[in-house]
C-alpha cells in the first residue's frame, strides 16, 4: 500500500467515512427510513442528509482554508456541528 | 410506512468493486497526495492544509474557474435549446429520419483531438475556410490573437460537436411520447407552443436532465480541444481549470498541489451536479 502514500490523518478521515456509511447501511437495514421535510427546501432521506452533510462539510473545511486564518479544528467542529443539523433536523 | 426490499443492492456489488478500483483507491491516493510534499513514494513529508491554502488563494485557479464557469454556462445556455430545436424540427419516420439520426452522430464519432484540429485549420486566414472567409467578408478575425475570437471559436466547436448529443437524446425522448398526447391536444385545438410547453417538455425532462448533467460535466472537464484550437492563448484566455491541472501535475510536476486542486475541482463537478440533478428530480415534488 506504499503506493497510495498513506498518512494517519487521512487513514483516520477515511476509517470515520467508512465507519459512517456502515453504520448508516445497518441502522437502514433495521429501521429503513422515509423520505421526510426539514429545515432543507427538499424531502431528504436518511442517506440524502448523510451525503448533504459530509459535502457541506467539505465546503466548510474549504471556506475555512481558503477565507481565514482560523485553525482547520475550527472547520471540523462547525463540520460536525452542520452534520449533526443536517441529520437530526435537515 | 412502506417498507423497501434492499435485497437488489447486493447486485451492484460487481460495479461497486469496479468503481473501487479504478475510481474511489485512486481517489483516496490523490486525498493521501494532497497533504504532502512527495519527491517520489519513499520521499515525502507530510505538510497539512498547506496546498489548499496556496491552491484556494492562488489567482490562476480564480481566473480559471471564472473562465470554466462562464464557458460552462454558454455551452448549456446554447447546446440545450438548439439541441431541443433541432430534435423538434427532425423527422419522426422514413428514409429522412434515418440521414438525419446519421448526420448528427458524425460529430459524436470524431475524437476530441481530431475536432481541435479540423477547427484549427478551419479557422485559419490563410487555409482556413471559416477564416480565410470571414477575413474576405470585412471581418478582422484571427482565433490566435484575439481573445473574444477565440473563444467564439471554442464555443462554437463544443456547440458543433456536442449538440448532436443533446437532440439525439432529446430525439429519443420525444418518439417516446405516446400518440394519444397529441391527439388530447388536437381535441382541445391546443397551439404549437402549447404542446411543447405542456406535453412535450414535461416528457423530455428525464432525458434533458441526461443531457444537462453530461454537458455540464464534460464542458467543465473540457480540456483536448482548445489545448489543440488555441493553446490556452492568447495569454490565458481560453486556458480552463483542466488544462491549469495539467500544467501543474505534468508540467511543474506539482503533485501535492496538483492532488489538492484535483480535489477542489472534484468537489466542485460534483455540487453543480448534485444541484442540477435535485433541482430537476424534485421541482415537481414541491409544487
Known amino acids: ?90 | 410506512m412502506k417498507v423497501q426490499n434492499n435485497h437488489a443492492w447486493w447486485l451492484v456489488l460487481p460495479v461497486f468493486a469496479l468503481v473501487a478500483f479504478s475510481a474511489i483507491l485512486p481517489m483516496m491516493t490523490v486525498v493521501n497526495y494532497s497533504v504532502q510534499d512527495i519527491f517520489d513514494p519513499t520521499t515525502r513529508f507530510f505538510v497539512g492544509t498547506d496546498w489548499y491554502e496556496k491552491v484556494l488563494t492562488d489567482p490562476r485557479l480564480h481566473d480559471s474557474l471564472l473562465r470554466q464557469f462562464i464557458f460552462s454556462a454558454c455551452v448549456l445556455a446554447i447546446e440545450i435549446p438548439l439541441g431541443i430545436a433541432v430534435a423538434l424540427s427532425m423527422p419522426t419516420k422514413g428514409r429522412w429520419a434515418s440521414l438525419c439520426l446519421i448526420v448528427l452522430a458524425i460529430p459524436l464519432l470524431i475524437p476530441w483531438n481530431v475536432v481541435g484540429t479540423i477547427w484549427q485549420i478551419f479557422g485559419r486566414g490563410d487555409i482556413g475556410l471559416l477564416g480565410w472567409a470571414l477575413n474576405a467578408l470585412g471581418f478582422s478575425y484571427n482565433y490566435a490573437a484575439d481573445t473574444l475570437d477565440a473563444w467564439v471559436t471554442v464555443l462554437v466547436m463544443d456547440v458543433w460537436h456536442w449538440t448532436s448529443l443533446v437532440a439525439l437524446l432529446c430525439y429519443s425522448g420525444l418518439r417516446a411520447i405516446p400518440d394519444v398526447y397529441y391527439q388530447a391536444a388536437r381535441i382541445d385545438r391546443a397551439s404549437s407552443w402549447a404542446v411543447f410547453r405542456h406535453i412535450q417538455l414535461p416528457k423530455l425532462k428525464s432525458v434533458l436532465l441526461i443531457a444537462v448533467m453530461l454537458r455540464f460535466m464534460d464542458s467543465f472537464m473540457i480540456y483536448t480541444e482548445p489545448f489543440v484550437l488555441t493553446g490556452g492563448g492568447p495569454g490565458n484566455a481560453t486556458t480552463f481549470l483542466s488544462q491549469t491541472l495539467t500544467k501543474m501535475a505534468v508540467g511543474q510536476f506539482d503533485l501535492g498541489p496538483a492532488a489538492a486542486f484535483s480535489l477542489i475541482y472534484f468537489l466542485i463537478i460534483l455540487l453543480v451536479s448534485w444541484l442540477f440533478y435535485t433541482a430537476m428530480t424534485h421541482g415537481d415534488q414541491n409544487r
Not at chain 1, 456509511?21 to 427546501?41: C, H, K, N, Q, Y
Not at chain 1, 481558503?66 to 482547520?72: A, K, M, P, R
Open chain 1, 1 to 90: 500500500m506504499n503506493w497510495m502514500a498513506w498518512t494517519q490523518p487521512t487513514a483516520i478521515f477515511f476509517a470515520v467515512i467508512a465507519l459512517m456509511l456502515i453504520a448508516m447501511t445497518v441502522w437502514e437495514l433495521r429501521s429503513p427510513s422515509a423520505p421526510r421535510r426539514g429545515f432543507l427546501p427538499i424531502a431528504t432521506t436518511r442517506g440524502d442528509r448523510l451525503f448533504i452533510g459530509l459535502l457541506g462539510s467539505a465546503y466548510w473545511h474549504l471556506m475555512v482554508i481558503g477565507l481565514t486564518d482560523w485553525s482547520i479544528w475550527i472547520a471540523t467542529a462547525l463540520s460536525a456541528v452542520w452534520l449533526f443539523a443536517v441529520m437530526r433536523w435537515g
